[in-house]
């Protein structure tokens, strides 16, 4: 038998970090090593597999991450940098999906991937995958002549906003369009005068009660208008994509990653 693959959560005692528990602890290839919460949290010490509510795992949250083959990271964008630059030391591949990240994070992640696996993905559905490029191909037909707008839905804890889904939407339509996405956005509009610009892209962002994430993209042209809508229904639609993305990275050579190779479909855009 093929030896099992060891994992880290980080955030574990989180919305995500709980669910990606009780699926390594359900997946017969994975072995949970570590259950990693920040300093100063009620939840360490506690067995994980009783927060999980599937019964005691043997592994208690701590903030050590041990010596895993891969890190699943669901926490916050602070932890980023010391945990790539820790994984980096000791040679451990990193799947995360923490979002709301800054530049000094995104710098961090290049830099680890020199030494190690790295994939960061703001959103680990496959559906999403595929929305990002169904949104760049319409962008690429008739993304100059038409209003494009984003909207985006989350549960009312969501700290970050626009999601980091959102976000990588506009990057994918703006690189097809061959626009500068930073310029293109508008999120959040409010005022007196908020006329369309030519080349907006606009954003706005819902919270509210326990929306696991919506995402709706709007391309309107005269008396006809394009909607491409994913629904993420529960968050096993991110969990089954990061233990995807950790069986998987786990034979890759240092690099920085998206979710769109372990899939094997084109990226598009920037490694995401
Ligand atoms: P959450 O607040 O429920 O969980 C985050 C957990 O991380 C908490 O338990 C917190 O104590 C812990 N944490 C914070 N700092 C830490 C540190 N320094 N070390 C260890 N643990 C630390 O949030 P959530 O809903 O689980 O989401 C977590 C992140 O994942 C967010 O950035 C969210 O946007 C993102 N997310 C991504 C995807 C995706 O597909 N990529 C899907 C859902 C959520």
């Known amino acids: 038998m093929s030896r099992l693959l060891k994992i880290a959560v980080l955030g574990a005692a989180g919305r ?84 709301g990240i800054d530049e000094a994070a995104r710098m961090a992640l290049q830099q680890a991937a020199g030494f190690i696996p790295v994939l960061w993905a703001p959103n680990l559905s496959i559906g999403v995958q595929l929305i990002y490029q169904l949104a760049a191909q319409c962008a690429r037909a008739i993304g100059p002549q038409a209003d494009i707008e984003v909207t985006e839905a989350h549960h009312r804890f969501k700290q970050d906003a626009p999601s980091g889904t959102a976000l990588q939407l506009v990057q994918v339509m703006a690189d097809a369009m061959g626009a500068d996405a930073r310029q293109s956005m508008v999120a959040g509009r409010k005022g007196a005068d908020c006329r369309r610009q030519s080349g907006e892209i606009g954003v706005s962002s819902m919270r509210a009660g326990d929306i696991v994430g919506d995402h709706t993209v709007l391309f309107a042209l005269a008396g006809e208008r394009i909607e491409l809508t994913h629904r993420a229904a529960s968050r096993d639609a991110f969990v089954n994509g990061a233990l995807m993305a950790a069986r998987w990275l786990a034979g890759q050579p240092p690099g920085l990653y998206g979710f769109a190779s372990v899939l094997g479909l084109d990226a598009t855009g920037p490694a995401t």
């Open 16 to 99: 995500m970090g709980l669910s990606v528990v009780r699926a390594v602890a359900a997946a017969p290839d994975l072995d949970l090593c570590a259950a990693v919460e920040r300093e100063g949290s009620v939840h360490l010490g506690r067995d994980i597999g009783e927060l999980a509510g599937i019964g005691k795992s043997g592994i208690s949250a701590s903030t050590e991450l041990g010596a895993p083959d891969v890190v699943i990271d669901f926490s916050s964008p602070e932890v980023m940098q010391e945990m790539l630059e820790h994984c980096s030391r000791k040679g451990i591949a990193v799947v995360s999906g923490t979002t």
